[in-house]
């Protein structure tokens, strides 16, 4: 595999800078599902776990990818599932009249 | 069957479309109107990802990665329906989990490919590693302390911080022999042990109170050790999501040490060097005025501006839904309640919006600490629920206070300042609150959630007579 490394530094640095713009701007109200949001985003890292323990090149690799996709698996469902729990209770007074 | 080359172009194609959805998906977390389109879009993203990685072309055996996804699922539902006061532990969990991941993966990677692993890809081979197995104890760590399965007392002892950061140099010296000796295969299981050594070291002297900054810090450390393995396995996505991951700890973080005043080397060395127990000090025995509900309740009935100040004893005793029937009695009486919430109250960044979100309380009464310190002044009850250090004017006033110059609710500003406190023990950072001696200071003794209830008897007896 050829490693482009100076285009994924480029990459590296615009998500970066765009992480940084987008995220500013998240009110702190949302913080904690922010962090559970980012958190399943982050356990993207799956395709990787899922390319290596699918190419099963080695015993040694199969038994770690597998885990590695139960580990990353756990914090999509988990982490997409409490989002949007979260979410789904903010909720504004206007349209609920006390 | 595909080509290989038409799968590996439809595999490049899901993961751009997965790119800008995550990338929405973020952008649409600014606002609660929006923030669950934003799931959405990250759950869609994730969702073709995923399918277009099972399309490629080196996959042999599905079996075992039905089996791993099943698995993965299954622990993934109940620690998505856990109970809200149990989030702060559940997110270290799941940063462990993602940190295990990395780790896993990064340590396969290196196994396939040595003894010949190039300069750059060792490079960042062992900043992931070295990164994902640090922050899998450390959340570890976290979680327990937050679960309190662990004491969450900070530990501390002479010479920590040299022997904690020593143990980190040298598995990053190590790492860089293996940059230079790829070949050295016998040196890789250091760069996995001693940071896991170091994780647990770096969680140990770490008390209730920093554990906002701490997670922050974990979640960006988890962000960072996800776009390493982006960089060995040449994934931009993965090099995107951990970037955006890591970027958003990062901000967290930095809010979380400002809220702290903490400077931002101390933030990335793990909240290092907190000499918090020797400013306990002896216990004084100055006089407080306390109160009982009923004269609580009469109060609260005849003010005009209320402002509640919750903290983690309001999450302890889970009284965020005694508060919000506290919160309709007042209201119902013409009473103007608001919240005032400082950045740090609670075990992570925004654990007391999502309690009172929980209790359904309208977001629109929760107001950020500038703002609700704008306020004060013109506040007639400021009601203390479990929060202790955010409220103490040494912060503002006593240069020899451990917490001197860190931003405060000015709830001493207001007309009267109610504290609901189990006892006069100090707080979690073990200072003294001069707040607590005021004379315009009513102690409210007793369990938060029992107390808010007695309150709200009264008041609502009260109102029919």
């Given at each position: 595999?050829?490693?482009?490394?100076?285009?994924?530094?480029?990459?590296?640095?615009?998500?970066?800078?765009?992480?940084?713009?987008?995220?500013?701007?998240?009110?702190?109200?949302?913080?904690t599902?922010?962090?559970?949001?980012?958190?399943?985003?982050?356990?993207?890292?799956?395709?990787?776990?899922?390319?290596?323990?699918?190419?099963?090149?080695?015993?040694?690799?199969?038994?770690?990818?597998?885990?590695?996709?139960?580990?990353?698996?756990?914090?999509?469902?988990?982490?997409?599932?409490?989002?949007?729990?979260?979410?789904?209770m903010?909720?504004?007074?206007?349209?609920?009249?006390? | 069957?595909?080509?290989?080359?038409?799968?590996?172009?439809?595999?490049?194609?899901?993961?751009?479309?997965?790119?800008?959805?995550?990338?929405?998906?973020?952008?649409?977390?600014?606002?609660?109107?929006?923030?669950?389109?934003?799931?959405?879009?990250?759950?869609?993203?994730?969702?073709?990802?995923?399918?277009?990685?099972?399309?490629?072309?080196?996959?042999?055996?599905?079996?075992?990665?039905?089996?791993?996804?099943?698995?993965?699922?299954?622990?993934?539902?109940?620690?998505?329906?856990v109970a809200m006061t149990a989030v702060p532990q559940?997110?270290?969990?799941?940063?462990?989990?993602?940190?295990?991941?990395?780790?896993?993966?990064?340590?396969?990677?290196?196994?396939?490919?040595?003894?010949?692993?190039?300069?750059?890809?060792?490079?960042?081979?062992?900043?992931?590693?070295?990164?994902?197995?640090?922050?899998?104890?450390?959340?570890?760590?976290?979680?327990?302390k937050l679960q309190e399965?662990?004491?969450q007392r900070?530990?501390?002892?002479?010479?920590?911080?040299?022997?904690?950061?020593?143990?980190?140099?040298?598995?990053?010296?190590?790492?860089?022999?293996?940059?230079?000796?790829?070949?050295?295969?016998?040196?890789?299981?250091?760069?996995?042990?001693?940071?896991?050594?170091?994780?647990?070291?770096?969680?140990?002297?770490?008390g209730g109170a920093?554990m906002p900054?701490?997670?922050?810090?974990?979640?960006?450390?988890?962000?960072?050790?996800?776009?390493?393995?982006?960089?060995?396995?040449?994934?931009?996505?993965?090099?995107?999501?951990?970037?955006?991951?890591?970027?958003?700890?990062?901000?967290?973080?930095?809010?979380?040490?400002?809220?702290?005043?903490?400077?931002?080397?101390?933030?990335?060395?793990?909240?290092?060097?907190?000499?918090?127990?020797?400013?306990?000090?002896?216990?004084?025995?100055?006089?407080v005025r306390s109160a009982s509900a009923e004269e609580a309740a009469s109060i609260l009935g005849?003010a005009?501006k209320v402002v509640i100040v919750p903290g983690y004893g309001m999450a302890v005793s889970q009284a965020q839904h005694k508060v919000r029937e506290l919160y309709d009695v007042l209201t119902?009486r013409?009473v103007?309640v608001r919240f005032g919430i400082h950045p740090v109250a609670g075990r992570m960044p925004g654990h007391m919006n999502v309690l009172l979100a929980e209790a359904d309380i309208p977001y629109?009464k929760l107001m950020?600490m500038?703002?609700a310190?704008?306020?004060f002044?013109?506040t007639d009850v400021a009601l203390v629920i479990g929060a202790n250090d955010v409220t103490n004017p040494?912060?503002?006033?006593?240069?020899?206070?451990?917490?001197?110059?860190?931003?405060i609710l000015d709830v001493d500003?207001a007309?009267t300042v109610m504290v609901i406190k189990r006892g006069m023990s100090a707080g979690f950072a073990g200072i003294d609150n001069p707040l607590y001696y005021s004379?315009k200071t009513l102690m409210l003794f007793g369990d938060a959630k029992s107390f808010v209830g007695s309150i709200v008897r009264e008041l609502s007896g009260g109102?029919?007579?």
């Open positions: 595999m050829k490693l482009d490394l100076l285009t994924s530094l480029y990459v590296f640095m615009l998500a970066g800078f765009i992480g940084f713009e987008v995220i500013r701007r998240v009110s702190p109200l949302l913080h599902p922010l962090m559970s949001l980012t958190n399943a985003l982050d356990a993207i890292a799956v395709v990787g776990a899922i390319i290596l323990a699918g190419e099963h090149k080695t015993n040694f690799s199969t038994i770690l990818g597998t885990i590695a996709i139960v580990a990353a698996t756990s914090n999509i469902v988990g982490g997409f599932l409490i989002t949007d729990r979260m979410l789904k903010f909720k504004v007074s206007g349209p609920k009249k006390s | 069957m595909m080509s290989e080359f038409a799968s590996t172009q439809l595999i490049e194609v899901t993961y751009l479309i997965a790119t800008a959805l995550f990338i929405l998906s973020l952008k649409w977390m600014s606002s609660p109107a929006t923030a669950r389109r934003g799931v959405w879009a990250g759950e869609l993203g994730m969702l073709l990802a995923v399918a277009g990685t099972l399309l490629h072309h080196g996959i042999v055996d599905y079996k075992w990665l039905a089996a791993a996804l099943v698995l993965g699922t299954i622990i993934g539902v109940p620690l998505g329906k559940r997110t270290a969990l799941s940063h462990a989990f993602g940190a295990l991941c990395v780790t896993l993966v990064g340590t396969a990677e290196f196994y396939l490919r040595a003894p010949s692993v190039p300069p750059f890809m060792m490079a960042v081979l062992g900043m992931e590693v070295i990164l994902g197995s640090l922050t899998f104890t450390g959340s570890l760590m976290a979680a327990g399965v662990l004491p900070p530990i501390t002892y002479k010479g920590q911080n040299v022997v904690n950061l020593a143990v980190l140099a040298i598995a990053v010296i190590v790492a860089a022999i293996l940059v230079l000796h790829p070949e050295r295969v016998y040196l890789y299981p250091l760069i996995v042990i001693l940071p896991l050594i170091f994780g647990v070291l770096m969680i140990i002297p770490i920093d900054t701490v997670i922050s810090l974990l979640n960006s450390y988890a962000g960072l050790s996800a776009a390493a393995m982006g960089f060995v396995l040449d994934n931009k996505l993965l090099i995107i999501a951990g970037a955006l991951d890591g970027a958003s700890g990062f901000i967290l973080s930095v809010n979380m040490s400002k809220a702290m005043n903490r400077s931002f080397s101390n933030v990335l060395f793990g909240a290092f060097g907190q000499d918090q127990a020797s400013a306990a000090g002896g216990a004084e025995t100055r006089p005849a005009n119902k013409g103007d629109d950020e500038d703002d310190n704008g306020d002044a013109q040494a912060a503002r006033t006593d240069a020899s206070s451990p917490i001197y110059g860190m931003p500003k007309r004379d109102a029919g007579h």
